[in-house]
């Protein structure tokens, strides 16, 4: 069973839109960690942030923040004011034990045009 | 900070061959994992080694599929009489030893073709 979804697919801003990405997730762990990665046309998978289930507290990192929700289990992703290098997908994935396995979502496709 | 390196970059094989990939991990980092990602799709765990040792393995790994990480330092996965479902990109990631669940640093990965 797909333990993390990510059910949109693709979204298309214009620059300086903001765009949030959904994440929700299935667990039956107390313990386990998100996180958001960022792979670019290039391929390579960037890490973006980790938030541990005990952590419920928004986070914000310039023009990204992200909004921790276990009541929903959602952790969502929303970039502010989108540039064109924000084009990408974005992976969310969740980890549970202690070894850090990681469960991606099918990942969403930005697309930010000028 | 090299970064976590793989190779090779691409490789393009017959159905039936059998393939080779390395991974260099970050050199402070003890546990290395390798991923599986097919186009349009996120990366799907296949192994995990903390220092020399496999200590988890997927269903997806069949029994043509072996990883090794001798020594603890750089990986080996190797897949034996390819076919063409093996065709995807390989990842490979890396993660310190401080505290469980630290970010996994990845490589840009190994693409392999099947034809």
């Known amino acids: 069973a797909q333990k993390v979804t990510q059910a949109q697919t693709e979204i298309s801003v214009v620059e300086k839109e903001d765009v949030t990405l959904d994440c929700v997730y299935e667990t039956r762990d107390t313990t386990y960690y998100l996180f958001w990665y960022k792979q670019p046309p290039s391929g390579e998978l960037v890490f973006l942030i980790r938030r541990n289930s005990f952590d419920e507290q928004n986070e914000i990192s310039g023009r990204y923040s992200w909004n921790f929700q276990k009541s929903t289990s959602s952790f969502n992703f929303t970039i502010t004011a989108s540039q064109v290098v924000d084009s990408a997908v974005y992976f969310c994935?969740?980890?549970?034990?202690?070894?850090?396995?990681?469960?991606f979502g099918a990942g969403t496709q930005v697309v930010v045009t000028p | 900070d090299t970064g976590v390196s793989q190779n090779p970059r691409h490789k393009i094989t017959k159905r039936g061959q059998n393939v080779t990939f390395r991974c260099d991990p970050i050199?402070?980092?003890?546990?290395l994992y390798w991923y599986r990602q097919t186009l349009g799709q996120g990366p799907e765990f296949l192994t995990y080694f903390q220092n020399e040792a496999q200590l988890e393995k997927s269903r997806l790994l069949s029994d043509r599929f072996s990883a090794e990480r001798p020594k603890g330092s750089f990986s080996t996965l190797e897949i034996q009489r390819t076919e063409q479902g093996d065709s995807a990109m390989y990842l490979c990631?890396?993660?310190?030893?401080?505290?469980?669940?630290?970010?996994?640093?990845f490589g840009d990965g190994t693409r392999l073709s099947i034809l």
């Open positions: 050199s402070e980092h003890n546990r």
């Open positions: 994935a969740l980890s549970e034990g202690s070894w850090g396995k990681l469960q």
């Open positions: 990631a890396s993660s310190g030893q401080e505290a469980s669940n630290q970010p996994q640093h």
